[in-house]
């Protein structure tokens, strides 16, 4: 897929926890899991929105293009 997902590196980043996030965006730990790690397919702007404000950061943070290969 060429959208990589950087959660983890964002959240790493600012010091907070998947439990904490998870709390603070109003989602369960597994699905935040699923995302954290890109086994997701999509994500609701409403959800990205959350993050980004839980972590102050841009969605350009979280997520990356990167093209798939010729």
Known sequence: M???LRLDRVMADRKMSL???AERVGIANVNLS???TGKVSAIRFS???AICKALDCQPGD?????????
């Open 2 to 4: 060429a959208i990589i």
């Open 19 to 21: 439990n904490a996030l």
């Open 34 to 36: 699923k995302i954290k």
């Open 47 to 49: 959800t990205l929105d």
């Open 62 to 70: 979280i997520l990356e293009y990167r093209p798939d290969g010729p």
